[in-house]
């Protein structure tokens, strides 16, 4: 749609310019294998070959390296070759871990998690407050990212800590029922949640079941007020299901929300309220 020329009018009239030689390419990234598909025959995906050729090599070289990463967590992998062959096994009952090991949703400039060994746990977005007038974007990240990593969160969290109510059971014996949801085995109530070999590689939990922190680098004062506007969102917070964290420019933690719109940081406590 953004490649569409009367839409990109009616964005430069609202004060959105795209570049003329920017184009927008759909894709699809299959989370198993880590390959990224482009769809340039889409109408209006107007690319050189070349431009084309050098896009999907950069992303030929990340998926293996995704992949290479991801190989030596998961049993009998070996390197990072085998995993598009377990992808199609049938009998593989850990062809990925998934989201397994999420502990951290980071909202900071790039340079600050670039390079750390954050193993793959952590939900990352780039973002710079001093870029965000109004704090409109850091109001969606809050209200939708954010929301979203909560539930993939609390779900292993209780995919693990009490697998009989909010877990799965044992996938091998799962029959789909009635297009809604499964049994394991020939009867019982629905299974929610996820399946054992999701969080467990059969000596052990690869997921350790932590809360979700949250990390922002933005000032207390527009955190609070987006808090302030939006209870349901602040509720997973006060309520205890999620820790909130603001980061420096260093990303240096630099106050920990302790609920009821008041932050904590610099060994002492700073109340921040929104503005009525």
């Not at 030929?60 to 390197?79: D, H, I, K, N, V």
């Not at 990072?80 to 992808?87: E, F, L």
């Not at 009998?91 to 502990?103: N, V």
Request: hydrophobic share 45%; aromatic share 8%.
């Amino acid at each position: 749609m953004l490649n569409d020329a009367e839409v990109r009018a009616g964005l430069a009239a609202e004060g959105i310019a795209i570049p003329h030689d920017t184009v927008f390419l759909g894709a699809l990234h299959d989370t198993t294998t880590d390959a990224v598909t482009l769809y340039a025959q889409d109408p209006g995906c107007a690319v050189s070959p070349d431009l084309l050729g050098r896009a999907r090599a950069w992303l030929q070289e990340a998926g293996a390296l995704a992949r290479a990463e991801r190989a030596l967590r998961l049993p009998r992998a070996g390197t990072g070759d085998a995993v598009a062959a377990r992808s199609t096994d049938w009998a593989e009952t850990r062809p990925e871990w998934g989201l397994a090991g999420c502990r951290a949703f980071v909202a900071a400039p790039r340079h600050v998690t670039r390079g750390k060994p954050l193993g793959g746990r952590a939900f990352l977005h780039d973002y710079d407050w001093r870029q965000d007038e109004g704090f409109g974007v850091l109001e969606l990240i809050l209200t939708a990212p954010v929301v979203v990593a909560s539930w993939i969160s609390l779900q292993y969290y209780g995919s693990v800590v009490a697998a009989e109510v909010f877990g799965a059971g044992n996938k091998l014996l799962h029959n789909v029922t009635g297009g809604v949801g499964v049994v394991e085995g020939n009867g019982g109530a629905l299974r929610v949640g996820l399946p054992w070999q999701s969080v467990h590689d059969g000596t052990d939990f690869v997921h350790e079941p932590l809360r979700l922190t949250v990390c922002v680098a933005a000032p207390a004062e527009a955190v609070t007020d987006i808090l302030a506007r939006h209870p349901d969102l602040r509720a997973l917070f006060d309520n205890g299901w999620l820790h909130l964290m603001l980061l420096d420019d260093a990303g240096r933690i630099a106050a920990r929300y302790r609920g009821d719109l008041k932050w904590q940081g610099s060994g002492e406590d700073r109340r921040m309220h929104a503005a009525a």
